[in-house]
């Protein structure tokens, strides 16, 4: 008997390691100075997911690039105001917040030490590493995030969900095509165009001037798809009513680039290989003088009793 693959849980570690730092009291190590309350939290809503769902397989999937060139070359107010000038010489940065920027490196160190594999890629948000290794995984996968661009990535049939966790972890919610469909009445496949239509002030996209979500998913369940719809868009004998069409073609610039924006990237160059998720640390020694460095023995020891139970 062939032996069923296990899942695989995929992380949008930054957008967990965030809800952490801003969900979790300000904690300092044992040095007096330095936060440890997002490296906590994520520890711990890791340690609450493995123990529900169970993972064969873990994979803390990384921004290697959070706002790359192509996609701002493509539409230039992509993430814009998450951006700041720190002086006219520097590069762009993200505005994460100073106590948070010195825990980033406590957690590379903890999954490093648990042997818990990190995936980025070059010029790719954590995104688009998600979205390439959920396609073709070849297993069931999680995805857990609080990011709704990875709502795309639903797929039924091959058992790719999302676990959302943008009211908590605790409260997260299991997103099939069904609830995507009940909350935004398209398909799950359907989702990145309804996003590039409707737009997203949170990633600086601004839509379709007009088109919310109710016109969006009205136009694709009458026209399947973008192409669908900017077709019908130059067809006066399509059907499409004048108001929604004038929208349309007043954004053909638009719609020309921001679907590429828009869709997660689903074919990477990642190495698949290490992704079984641990019994026990890889390191123990340094796992504990970390969590002794930094004050970590509570969630540390938590996340080893989950690991051991597996």
């Not at 990535?153 to 095509?177: F, K, P, Q, T």
């Not at 919310?212 to 669908?228: F, I, P, V, Y």
């Not at 890889?282 to 796992?287: D, R």
Request: charged share 25%; with cysteine; net charge negative.
């Amino acid at each position: 008997m062939t032996q069923q693959p296990g899942r695989l849980m995929l992380l949008d570690t930054a957008s967990m390691y965030f809800r952490a730092y801003f969900g979790v009291p300000e904690i300092l190590a044992p040095d007096g100075t330095t936060p440890v309350n997002a490296v906590r939290g994520l520890l711990d809503f890791i340690s609450r997911l493995v123990d529900e769902y169970r993972p064969t397989d873990l994979v803390c999937c990384w921004d290697d690039d959070w706002r790359p060139q192509w996609r701002v070359d493509l539409v230039p107010t992509y993430k814009a105001h998450r951006v700041e000038e720190e002086v006219e010489t520097s590069p762009d940065v993200e505005e994460v917040p100073d106590p948070l920027q010195v825990q980033i490196p406590i957690i590379g160190d903890v999954l490093a030490a648990y042997g818990i594999t990190v995936v980025g890629a070059p010029e790719a948000e954590a995104d688009d590493v998600i979205g390439t290794l959920a396609t073709g995984a070849g297993q069931p996968v999680d995805i857990v995030t609080g990011d709704r661009d990875l709502f795309q990535l639903v797929d039924d049939e091959a058992d790719v969900r999302v676990l959302y966790i943008a009211r908590g972890v605790g409260n997260h919610e299991r997103v099939d095509n069904a609830w995507v469909r009940a909350k935004y009445d398209v398909d799950a496949a359907q989702y990145a165009d309804f996003s590039t239509m409707r737009g997203d002030a949170s990633d600086g996209l601004p839509g379709v001037k007009g088109v919310g979500e109710k016109t969006a998913a009205t136009l694709l369940a009458r026209h399947h798809d973008m192409a669908g719809i900017l077709a019908a868009a130059e067809d006066p004998d399509s059907g499409m009513g004048p108001g929604p069409r004038a929208k349309i073609k007043a954004a053909l610039d638009y719609l020309a680039v921001a679907p590429e924006v828009v869709a997660v990237r689903r074919t990477l160059d990642l190495d698949r290989s290490g992704f079984t998720l641990p019994r026990s640390p890889a390191h123990p020694e340094v796992l504990a003088e970390l969590a002794a460095r930094w004050g970590l023995d509570s969630p540390v020891e938590r996340l080893n009793g989950v690991l051991a139970s597996l």
